[in-house]
């Protein structure tokens, strides 16, 4: 099943406006006095088109906590945030520290065709911090695990990251720390502050982020491996990061859309939906991280989208479980916080949200790039419109969102998967249709890296 598109006066991320034509899964054509020869025309003037997004920090929770999210509806949530490649992290229940979980995740996401789903491999059996799994039988599945995580768990133990970080460093993995040291954040219910003594609510200090990065920095750069830091929150961990990266520690790192927007300050009213982990910062905590992201500090924007039933946010903020769905508002809020105040333009918006964390996590040669000759994962994003984000903007099964009610700059209007539209006209595509496109283009695009 062939899809031939042109989409006619597209905005490309330097700001140049082209015809795109997207033929049998792939970019073919592009310029501006680029004419369609066959198939549809569509009118995407005064739209933003930028390469597919790519999520390296995603929780899809299946296997195991399907009422959370599943492989199925955490894709559509992606497809609607304008993401065509998701990295499921490995916190399902069994864990995904062996082949056969691994692969079933890929299968999965394989089947459902709204986005490539690529899974990240526990970094140590059961996330139980004791001995490594099998990275390597990971590594050489099909799934192609290039990215290893424990997190919700930090690889707290130096010996076992050390080892951790050599064994990778073979096939040019990565991996990917939680940085929490679990000693000082016992019972941590939020940022260690002002806000935590007035509600009276046990502290989550900086420090414990910072001094784990500062081992881990210097660990990668004794095996000379990858390390990323994930969902990086503080002030003074952009700071190691930056010093890290000018010594040539091969350090990436990356930011949340909720700490590029939110403070402590949100969990006055004990809103459980704003208890994530790490937890929201200060206002210098936000500002630092924006600009840690402005001059490539940090690499890349990952959502972190952590789907929970009703009751598990609808409770006292104590018993609550930590994090927030992110997909769906992700694009908005990095247009709110980074281009609308000229931190970022939209190429670089493509950059930390496409390119880099395509690169990142092994998929660079089929993912993150507008080019012709490359599989069309494409988004379309209308940055004019303002809107007021509700549970109908939401795709998943969750709906733990921080964010209803509040106004938000930009949509995404179009997205395409592999030459075959996910979301179009701002309306996600039937289960079936995807389906039956992503199996009728398997092999023009191959999706497993």
């Not at 680029?34 to 009118?43: I, K, S, T």
């Not at 414990?208 to 003074?236: F, K, P, Q, Y």
């Not at 099964?397 to 996910?422: D, Q």
């Not at 701002?426 to 497993?448: C, M, Q, T, Y």
Request: some cysteine; charged content about 20%; proline content about 4%.
């Amino acid at each position: 099943m062939s899809t031939s598109v042109t989409f006619a006066g597209a905005t490309l991320p330097n700001g140049d406006v082209a015809n795109v034509v997207v033929k049998n899964g792939r970019i073919v054509d592009m310029g501006v006095d680029v004419r369609a020869d066959e198939g549809e025309v569509l009118d995407v003037s005064g739209l933003r088109v930028l390469p597919g997004f790519v999520d390296l920090h995603t929780h899809l929770r299946e296997p195991g906590y399907e009422a959370s999210e599943t492989v199925l509806t955490g894709t559509q949530a992606a497809a609607i945030g304008g993401y065509t490649t998701v990295f499921a992290m490995a916190n399902t229940l069994p864990v995904a520290d062996t082949t056969s979980v691994v692969e079933m995740v890929w299968q999965r996401g394989h089947d459902a065709g709204y986005a490539t789903v690529r899974p990240v491999g526990a970094v140590t059996v059961g996330l139980e911090g004791e001995a490594l799994a099998d990275l390597a039988s990971m590594a050489n599945s099909r799934a192609r695990v290039r990215v290893f995580s424990d997190d919700g768990k930090c690889v707290a133990d130096a010996l076992l990251m050390r080892r951790a970080l050599e064994y990778v460093g073979a096939f040019d993995g990565v991996i990917a720390q939680h940085a929490q040291e679990p000693r000082l954040t016992i019972g941590s219910q939020m940022n260690e502050g002002l806000v935590s003594s007035r509600l009276g609510l046990t502290g989550w200090p900086r420090v414990a982020e910072e001094v784990i990065i500062a081992r881990d920095v210097l660990l990668a750069e004794s095996t000379g491996a990858r390390l990323h830091i994930c969902h990086l929150s503080t002030a003074g961990a952009v700071d190691i990061v930056r010093s890290a990266k000018a010594r040539g520690v091969r350090v990436t790192a990356e930011v949340t859309p909720h700490h590029l927007l939110l403070t402590d300050d949100s969990a006055l009213d004990y809103d459980a939906r704003f208890k994530v982990n790490p937890p929201l910062r200060t206002s210098d905590d936000v500002l630092a991280v924006r600009g840690g992201l402005a001059d490539g500090t940090i690499d890349i924007v990952a959502t972190d989208h952590a789907p929970h039933p009703t009751e598990s946010k609808d409770c006292e903020w104590s018993e609550a479980a930590f994090g927030m769905v992110g997909l769906e508002s992700a694009l908005s809020i990095v247009n709110m916080t980074m281009v609308e105040t000229g931190l970022l333009s939209w190429a670089d918006v493509a950059r930390v949200m496409s390119t880099n964390p395509a690169k990142i996590g092994g998929v660079g040669d089929t993912a993150g790039t507008l080019e012709v000759g490359r599989p069309a994962d494409l988004v379309f994003v209308d940055p004019r419109v303002h809107r007021v984000f509700g549970p109908e903007d939401l795709g998943g099964r969750s709906a733990n969102s921080p964010y209803f009610g509040r106004e938000f700059p930009g949509k995404v209007v179009h997205t395409m998967r592999h030459g075959y539209f996910t979301v179009r006209d701002g309306s996600l595509i039937d289960a079936e249709s995807v389906r039956s496109h992503a199996f009728a283009d398997a092999g023009r695009v191959e999706d497993n890296g």
